[in-house]
């Protein structure tokens, strides 16, 4: 199983956002929505074997996290305005109990915490920490079987929370030398997954 972890500082965890301007309101949460078509979809299909996690971390709800399952969800479209929609639903309704996971879509969960929740729900996956100026992906050697890969938003990580994966022992991969937007660093280590396992 693949998991994606996009921590966005600023991402807003309410319905209190407009649909027509969603990079102006809503604390960029069109980055995470982008991030999560490039890890969750491929052309005409969903990735079964993928877990996206959207960390909300900011707006007077915040932190909150969005699960996504490629195994179970449905009716998911690729394009921005119909993920900011289904987002927005998911947000409107108010407190849920408990900080785990709580199913409130096929294959989409909610928790009421940010990067706690996601490393409550690993399973056992190897965690890597995607950041600019690391040891280059195509070197590393990536437990590609159950892996769990955490990436910055447009302002990269916050410093307590890069901290706390370092401490899990997350090992830091580097995607080469240019700082790329999120959701094209996920499609690169999408890419270099797909190539291993397919041995190309
Ligand atoms: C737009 S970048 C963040 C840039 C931000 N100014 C910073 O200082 O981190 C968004 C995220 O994409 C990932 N990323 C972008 N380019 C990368 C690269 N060349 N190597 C590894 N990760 C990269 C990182 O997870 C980063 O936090």
């Not at 960029?28 to 491929?42: E, H």
């Not at 709800?61 to 969005?66: A, I, V």
């Not at 490629?70 to 119909?82: C, I, V």
């Not at 992906?137 to 447009?154: M, P, Q």
């Amino acid at each position: 199983m693949r998991r994606f972890v996009i921590l966005g500082q600023s991402a807003v965890a309410d319905a209190d956002f407009s649909i027509e301007d969603i990079p102006g309101t809503s604390g960029r949460l069109d980055v995470l929505l982008r991030c999560l078509r490039a890890g969750l979809m491929f052309s005409h299909g969903i990735r079964q074997d993928t877990i996206v996690y959207l960390c909300l971390l900011g707006g007077p709800r915040g932190p909150r996290t969005l699960r996504f399952e490629g195994a179970t969800a449905r009716f998911l479209r690729p394009d921005e305005r119909n993920l900011g929609a289904l987002v927005r639903k998911i947000l409107a309704p108010d407190a849920r109990p408990g900080p785990g996971f709580v199913p409130v879509r096929h294959g989409v969960a909610l928790a009421e915490s940010g990067v706690e929740a996601v490393l409550d729900d690993l399973h056992g996956a190897t965690p890597y920490i995607v950041e600019e100026g690391a040891p280059d992906i195509r070197a590393a050697t990536i437990d590609a079987t159950s892996c769990a890969f955490f990436l910055g938003d447009h302002a990269g990580f916050a410093a307590n929370a890069r901290e706390e994966l370092g401490r899990r022992g997350a090992a830091a991969l580097g995607l080469g030398p240019v700082s790329m937007h999120a959701e094209d660093a996920i499609a690169v280590v999408v890419n270099e997954l797909d190539r291993r396992d397919r041995g190309a």
